[in-house]
């Protein structure tokens, strides 16, 4: 493959997968960073036979580039669950950044 790097998408999936069903405690919670860590946390929920319902946060507001981008503040942050005393796993979809 002369120097060029091939990534299989379902593959990485499939070790995220195994990686964050490893980390899982009763108290564990899914929290996906708006959007694409959002959409991994909804989807590693249900294949990892989560009951509940995925959280999602915005990192809008926490930005450096906030007022430079015109971001709004729009309401991206949902957590359906109590996040006291809970194992909040974090999830991105950023492999280089």
Known sequence: MSGRLSLDAESLYQTLCKGVGA???PTSR???IT??????ATRLQKDLNLTGEAGSISSAMHRDDF???GLADGGQ???????NAAH???LDDVLYT
């Open 23 to 25: 980390m899982l405690t």
């Open 30 to 32: 899914l929290v996906g």
């Open 35 to 40: 959007s694409g860590g959002a959409w991994l």
């Open 67 to 69: 007022a430079k981008r």
């Open 77 to 83: 942050t949902k957590l359906p669950f109590e996040v």
């Open 88 to 90: 909040v796993i974090l």
